[in-house]
């Protein structure tokens, strides 16, 4: 779908196939988030709109979405949010409070926030947890990055949810470099307890690559070594669709979907 259009367009899907249902999905890009994007078919050509392909497995599907990313500690309510603006936190204003938790100004003269001097941050809402086979417990945490700010609002890359805890995230190249491999081998393994794998879809958020640079070869590398032969598709997009082990279905940013499909 191209940008603007997921938490609709998710809400939209819910209604007809209800919560729980398997959802895998991307934003369009550009090269530098200018607008100049578009999404195609077999028939023609969009600048705006949502493309949909159903599948109707006739064996199983395992699928996990998450992030590298760790909370660093700082949270906050969100107490103003409008659409993808993100106003306050905290009723102050959501720049000052984005400046202060991250430690630097990563906002450049143009009001596009630069990844590259970002680093490898992002705000995040909490979608709840996942107990683990061993018992073990995972907070999950869906991104929700600024791309823009004007004064003292941001511009998110997804919808902001006003009343809701608002937490900052981080990761490390590494922790980044290794998420789409583990991502995948877990999907892998859980999805040998069906059945041999047939195939794959692998989404990753394109911001990877703003702030890998060259480096994000390594997570490509790490993809077709896990894979091992398996068929896979590997999109790279402004936003990632996906639905978490509760049935709750997200659009977030800076994030790794996996998907495979059993013979």
């Not at 949010?81 to 202060?100: M, S």
């Amino acid at each position: 779908m191209t940008p603007g259009l997921e938490e609709s367009s998710i809400a939209a899907l819910v209604d007809v196939f209800g919560e729980g249902a398997r959802a895998v999905g991307m934003t369009v890009a550009d090269k530098l988030f200018t607008g100049n994007w578009s999404m195609f078919d077999g028939s023609g050509v969009a600048k705006n709109g949502i493309g949909i392909a159903l599948f109707y497995a006739t064996d199983a599907v395992t699928h996990y979405i998450q992030s590298g990313f760790m909370p660093q500690g700082e949270s906050g309510v969100v107490t103003k949010a409008e659409g993808r603006n993100l106003i306050t936190i905290d009723d102050k204003p959501a720049r000052d409070v984005f400046l202060d938790w991250l430690g630097r100004d990563p906002i450049i003269e143009t009001g596009q926030v630069s990844y590259e001097l970002m680093g490898l941050a992002s705000f995040a809402h909490r979608v709840g947890e996942t107990r683990m086979a061993n018992g073990a417990v995972i907070e999950n945490y869906y991104l929700v990055a600024p791309v823009m700010a004007d004064a003292g609002t941001l511009t998110m890359v997804a919808n902001p949810i006003e009343g809701d805890t608002i937490y900052m995230m981080t990761g490390e190249k590494d922790s980044m470099h290794n998420r789409l491999g583990k991502v995948t081998q877990q999907t892998l393994d859980k999805s040998l307890e069906k059945g041999a794998p047939a195939g794959g879809i692998m989404v990753m958020c394109a911001g990877y690559t703003m702030a890998l640079k060259r480096d994000s070869l390594k997570s490509m590398e790490s993809l077709i070594k896990t894979f091992d032969g398996v068929p896979v598709l590997g999109t790279l997009g402004y936003g990632e669709q996906g639905t978490y082990t509760n049935g709750k279905c997200i659009h977030g940013n800076w994030m790794v979907s996996s998907t495979v499909f059993n013979a």
